[in-house]
């Protein structure tokens, strides 16, 4: 049994660890002694730079967006861009292969708050108060012209400004 434990205090004298102390500031030759068996640490423990960044982020605000589109369906691509700092106005633009599409099938739109227009140039909604939530629904062809779809767009605005909504379907 006390060879386990020379054994033990040489592999750690010939690994360089000079004696421990223990918390009576005894040293190891008397922890040996009374049969208390002492174990050298190598690695500390600190808190990662993940975990800090963890509670720096749980503690800053969360800032809305100004413009967030909610859903699109059976839609490739939705983007809302500000053009200008002036009223309260959205452009909506249908594209197809770079082209845009002016007269959609069963076209609906549908704002919390303001006035839709569909007019045979322009699509959009204007004068809406904020936050304002619009809905766009409408129905199109695939590229090869064999099915029809029902597209859905569903958007979100904070900020005043012009936007454009374009959707590529």
Do not use: C
Not at 93 to 111: F, K
Not at 134 to 153: A, L, P, Q, T
Request: aromatic share 8%; proline share 2%.
């Amino acid at each position: 049994m006390s060879f386990i434990y020379i054994l033990s205090f040489l592999l750690l004298a010939g690994a360089g660890a000079g004696p421990a102390t223990i918390n009576n500031n005894l040293n190891a030759h008397a922890a040996l002694d009374s049969g208390l068996s002492v174990q050298a640490q190598d690695t500390l423990l600190h808190a990662s730079k993940t975990e800090k960044k963890k509670k720096k982020k749980s503690a800053k605000k969360v800032e809305t967006k100004s413009s967030k589109v909610l859903l699109k369906r059976n839609v490739q691509r939705v983007m809302l861009t500000k053009k200008g700092e002036e009223g309260n106005h959205v452009e909506v633009v249908v594209m197809d292969g770079g082209m845009p599409v002016r007269n959609l099938e069963d076209l609906q739109m549908i704002g919390s708050s303001g006035s839709s227009t569909a007019l045979s140039n322009f699509q959009g909604f204007d004068n809406y108060s904020l936050p304002f939530e619009g809905y766009i629904k409408y129905r199109s062809v695939n590229k090869m012209g064999s099915v029809v779809y029902d597209r859905e767009v569903r958007f979100v605005m904070n900020e005043p400004g012009k936007w454009v909504l374009r959707i590529d379907q």
